[in-house]
């Protein structure tokens, strides 16, 4: 099985500020990596697919790159509605998520 | 597009749970259901997958030989049934929406979800 890991696990970040969250693959995925935002008590929420392609609907704030085995999701400017925890979710074969990056306002 | 799912259940441990999932607002043959399930306080598990078209499925190694998933095209209806409960199954279970393109045959992504059922496993 393919694993993910993500870091940070956490932080804290001003809004305004640019955040940085890296998904990193034990091997090779191309660019077969997604990402998702969960809100505390709901469902998880599509944000970018095939590693840099933003789901209709998701601001332009969001972004991700990268491929084979390093992935990135930027916020570019970093919004109070942005509180959430973040997946990456890699689907070579089976998928698998990472453990997720839980985001918080400082 | 939208799935309804069904409601919370409490089960013993060693008995079985079915939860539905009820899909509208989009050709539901042409796309696949997924079952991601999420423990207290925990991240994302996928479970496996079921394509409504040719009823087909794969499960995760990790529940494989308790679960099945079905889906009803009459109804536009998918089920997912796990035996043998044990107290880690315990957490809320959610269908999603998925392309039917698997291994990585396409892009896949869970574009759609439905609200989620919480099953509590304990005696």
């Known amino acids: 099985d393919i694993q993910m890991t993500q870091s940070p696990s956490s932080l804290s970040a001003s809004v305004g500020d640019r955040v940085t969250i890296t998904c990193q693959a034990s091997?090779?995925?191309?660019?077969?990596l997604n990402w998702y935002q969960q809100k505390p008590g709901k469902a998880p929420k599509l944000l970018i697919y095939d590693a840099s392609n933003l789901q209709t609907g998701v601001p332009s704030r969001f972004s991700g790159s990268g491929s084979g085995t390093d992935f990135t999701l930027t916020i570019s400017s970093l919004q109070p509605e942005d509180i959430a925890t973040y997946y990456c979710?890699?689907?070579?074969?089976?998928?698998?998520f990472g453990p997720g990056t839980k985001v918080d306002i400082k | 597009v939208q799935l309804v799912q069904s409601g919370a259940e409490v089960k013993k441990p060693g008995a079985s749970v079915k939860v539905s999932c009820q899909a509208s607002g989009y050709s539901f043959t042409s796309f696949g259901i997924s079952w991601v399930r999420q423990a207290p306080g925990q991240g994302l598990e996928w479970m496996g997958w079921?394509?409504?078209?040719?009823?087909?499925?794969d499960y995760a190694q990790k529940v494989q030989g308790r679960v099945t998933m079905t889906a009803d095209t009459s109804t536009t209806t998918a089920y997912m049934e796990l035996r043998s409960l044990r107290s880690d199954d315990t957490g809320i279970y959610y269908c999603?929406?998925?392309?039917?393109?698997?291994?990585?045959?396409?892009?896949?992504?869970?574009?759609?979800w439905g609200q989620g059922t919480l099953v509590t496993v304990s005696s």
């Open positions: 079921v394509r409504p078209h040719s009823g087909k499925t």
């Open positions: 999603a929406r998925d392309t039917g393109n698997y291994y990585g045959s396409g892009s896949y992504f869970n574009d759609y």
């Open positions: 091997q090779d995925i191309v660019d077969y």
């Open positions: 979710q890699q689907y070579d074969n089976f998928p698998t």
